[in-house]
T-cell receptor, first 112, second 113 residues
Framework: GENVEQHPSTLSVQEGDSAVIKCTYSDSASNYFPWYKQELGKRPQLIIDIRSNVGEKKDQRIAVTLNKTAKHFSLHITETQPEDSAVYFCAASAGSARQLTFGSGTQLTVLP | DAGITQSPRYKITETGRQVTLMCHQTWSHSYMFWYRQDLGHGLRLIYYSAAADITDKGEVPDGYVVSRSKTENFPLTLESATRSQTSVYFC????????????FGDGTRLSIL
């Protein structure tokens, strides 16, 4: 089955700096890659997703890049703010199965 | 948002007891999912359902039972709870089309003593 590895497990940045979280996946059939943000005690919430026919997608301060050849994808957050502090999860899915396999999460702390 | 609701939000029970966690969605999504979240493991899929009366195992199905008699409901039952099933349980749903995001409920924090 699919295996998703996520790094780093913790990340601290100064407010205004950029943060990058990286994930690798094992199943070459995977073609959908969402990112979720989870604040303490809350539900995971989708922040951005990318499909395999696209190499990069941006939404304001958030971007995701995908390298299908290398089987890795990354989340980039620019101009970080304290409210970006949360746990971020990557996930991968071979679309026909609909199942998501999640990475183990990255605790991002933005220091004021 | 209120499209998917889970109940109860918190539950404490004892080993050996049966407990059912409820999940209800108002979007008429075809797919529904149950995950458990434990420190160090992220979110792991327990069971999922493609439609009413169609369910399938995920990564960690042992000790759990699901049913889906109606599209909007997807209850998860622990038939004989064990301490290792202490966790936070999330229900999610998604549309029928491929490569669609999953939307999560608020979760149920379950403690088994």
């Amino acid at each position: 089955g699919e295996n998703v590895e996520q790094h780093p497990s913790t990340l601290s940045v100064q407010e205004g700096d950029s943060a990058v979280i990286k994930c690798t996946y094992s199943d070459s059939a995977s073609n959908y890659f969402p990112w979720y943000k989870q604040e303490l005690g809350k539900r995971p919430q989708l922040i951005i997703d990318i499909r395999s026919n696209v190499g990069e997608k941006k939404d304001q301060r958030i971007a995701v890049t995908l390298n299908k050849t290398a089987k890795h994808f990354s989340l980039h957050i620019t101009e970080t703010q304290p409210e970006d502090s949360a746990v971020y999860f990557c996930a991968a899915s071979a679309g026909s199965a609909r199942q998501l396999t999640f990475g183990s999460g990255t605790q991002l702390t933005v220091l004021p | 948002d209120a499209g998917i609701t889970q109940s109860p939000r918190y539950k404490i029970t004892e080993t050996g007891r049966q407990v059912t966690l409820m999940c209800h969605q108002t979007w008429s999504h075809s797919y529904m999912f149950w995950y458990r979240q434990d420190l160090g493991h992220g979110l792991r899929l327990i069971y999922y359902s493609a439609a009413a009366d169609i369910t399938d195992k995920g990564e960690v199905p042992d000790g759990y039972v699901v049913s889906r008699s109606k599209t909007e409901n997807f209850p998860l039952t622990l038939e004989s709870a064990t301490r290792s099933q202490t966790s936070v349980y999330f229900c999610a749903s998604s549309e029928f089309e491929t490569n669609q995001p999953q939307h999560f409920g608020d979760g149920t924090r379950l403690s088994i003593l």
